[in-house]
Nanobody, 118 residues
Framework: VQLQASGGGLVQAGGSVRLSCTAS????????MAWYRQAPGAQRELAASINTGGSTNYADSVKGRFTVSRDNAQNTMYLEMNNLKPQDTAVYYC?????????????WGQGTLVTVSS
């Protein structure tokens, strides 16, 4: 199982970026999907998550600005980030809890950098 994230880049404060993450390989089910982020010198933190039923959860710092969604048919998760602030600058990692023939475990994407300039 592999996760491929894309969509990062440089954006001005107040701008928008859309990230995507697609799972590929042999598996039965994607249980939950989540976006984490790690700012320079900081610990990795949960930004947003979405479960099988579509219920979402957001960090307080991104509520009202970020929207997480999923396309189950395409095994893909998105993160729409609006009204970006310099403090949103971080490497964004996607993570999925996936069930295969032998286990249910978390998989991680390679990370995509989002830089917000002031």
């Amino acid at each position: 199982v592999q996760l491929q994230a894309s969509g990062g880049g440089l954006v001005q404060a107040g701008g928008s970026v859309r990230l995507s993450c697609t799972a590929s390989g042999n598996f039965f089910k994607i249980v939950t999907m989540a976006w984490y982020r790690q700012a320079p010198g900081a610990q990795r933190e949960l930004a947003a998550s979405i479960n099988t039923g579509g219920s979402t959860n957001y960090a307080d710092s991104v509520k009202g600005r970020f929207t997480v969604s999923r396309d189950n048919a395409q095994n893909t998760m998105y993160l729409e980030m609006n009204n970006l602030k310099p403090q949103d600058t971080a490497v964004y990692y996607c993570s999925m809890l996936i069930t295969t023939t032998t286990e249910t475990t978390h998989y991680w994407g390679q990370g995509t950098l989002v830089t917000v300039s002031s």
